[in-house]
């Protein structure tokens, strides 16, 4: 669930006003040498609004650098890839980047589903990756993350949280703070989502509460009568959905239209302006955890979101914009170390992935660290309730095992 400081010439402007391009070095170039930093996100299709969000808030911290003249000698530049959510997309995409000898670094990606794909092809070419919005445990902590953490991949890293924090942060507001016992679940059968009803699942089971039906749907599904009927006998307080928007919208209209009245809770991957528009009048009264804290929170979120506003740019940052934002000047504060001596920046991929594992800095989403396995030290998460026609924080707190 996020400066441009100097004002920018006219051309720059007109750039940033139509959405950042592959290859776009930003304002303030410095000249000499070129490193890349590629975005893997989809920039096509249902999700594409948030996958613009997170292009362009790349684009934005690599401006600033530049503007700055963060890393002498060098001028960073914007390789943005459309993966359209598709796992085999996202992964031509990784070999794409990975076999460009000026790309050290990639930012992405949004669906951890895609990120399986991705993470071995950008692994082997020993190129860091950052991702803003992953959150299944497994892609940090391994498949039996659940009894036996093991990091597969040396070189990923991600500020947000796992699933394995936001579905008890979520199963814990709904039974201490909602005082609700029976929930019904619905995941999307992707990484995601499923990943996510699981460790709510387990955490609500856990603090005496009961799923009285667990169903799932398809990701291209638009009809959800046969789900919500089987639903409905079973009584729920409260429907928890894993997935995205595009599918929690609808299903939350068609849910309320057949008279099951419940409130719905879905995660990150629901919470966006999108979700609002979708659900239309169905939306007040529903919920969503996102990690950190409110935006407006948080002084050096405020000014994220004003710069963001000056550049123009048009992608939905609600939801991940400042933890690509963060993953960016991660990326970045880590090639400050990494290309201060190097020849060119295929020789310092290694050297950037070191320089990752130390970066420690006040970022716009809150302290951005990585610990052993590449996760965000930052526990914070959020609930968010449909107030009208917005979202509201609620509770904000750290997740404590």
């Not at 750039?15 to 070095?25: I, K, W």
């Not at 249902?46 to 530049?66: P, T």
Request: hydrophobic residues 35%.
């Amino acid at each position: 669930m996020v400066r441009v400081g100097a004002v920018l010439a006219v051309s720059a402007l007109a750039l940033t006003a139509c959405g950042s391009r592959s290859g776009d070095s930003g304002s303030g170039s410095t000249g000499g040498k070129i490193a890349k930093i590629g975005v893997i996100a989809p920039l096509s299709g249902d999700l594409s609004a948030i996958g613009q969000g997170i292009r362009d808030s790349v684009n934005l911290a690599i401006k600033q650098a530049n503007d700055a003249k963060a890393i002498p000698g060098w001028t960073l530049q914007l390789d943005d890839q459309d993966d359209q959510a598709n796992p085999d997309v996202g992964k031509n995409a990784a070999t794409k980047l990975a076999s460009d000898n000026q790309v050290v670094a990639v930012v992405g990606t949004l669906n951890s589903s895609v990120a399986q794909n991705v993470q071995p092809v950008l692994s082997a070419a020993k190129v860091a990756e950052v991702s803003p919005a992953n959150t299944n445990p497994s892609l940090t902590q391994g498949a039996t993350w659940a009894t036996t953490k093991k990091r597969p991949y040396a070189n990923y890293f991600r500020t947000c949280t796992t699933d394995a924090v936001q579905g008890p942060f979520a199963a814990r507001y709904v039974y201490n703070t909602l005082h609700l016992t029976k929930v019904a679940t619905v995941h999307d059968k992707k990484t995601y989502g499923q990943g996510l009803v699981q460790t709510f699942t387990e955490e609500f089971k856990k603090l005496g509460g009961t799923i009285v039906s667990a169903q799932t749907i398809n990701p291209d599904d638009k009809n959800y009568s046969a789900v919500v009927s089987k639903i409905k006998p079973s009584g729920p307080q409260l429907l928890y959905y894993g997935g995205e928007y595009p599918q929690s919208g609808p299903l939350t209209q068609q849910m309320k239209s057949a008279g099951l009245s419940i409130p719905l809770m879905g995660g990150d991957g629901m919470y966006s302006k999108d979700y609002l528009t979708l659900a239309g009048n169905a939306a007040p009264g529903n919920f969503a955890t996102s990690v950190g804290a409110p935006l407006d929170q948080l002084p050096a979120a405020k000014k994220y979101v004003s710069d963001y506003t000056a550049g123009g740019y048009k992608g939905d940052n609600s939801s991940y914009g400042a933890y690509a934002f963060d993953a960016a000047n991660a990326v970045i504060a880590a090639l400050k170390t990494s290309l201060a001596n190097a020849t060119d920046a295929k020789s310092a991929r290694q050297a950037t992935i070191d320089a990752l594992s130390k970066v420690s800095f006040a970022g716009v989403s809150g302290q951005v660290a990585f610990d052993q396995y590449g996760d965000t030290t930052n526990k914070t998460l959020t609930v968010y309730k449909v107030d009208g026609t917005a979202w509201k924080g609620v509770n904000t707190g750290e997740f404590k095992d």
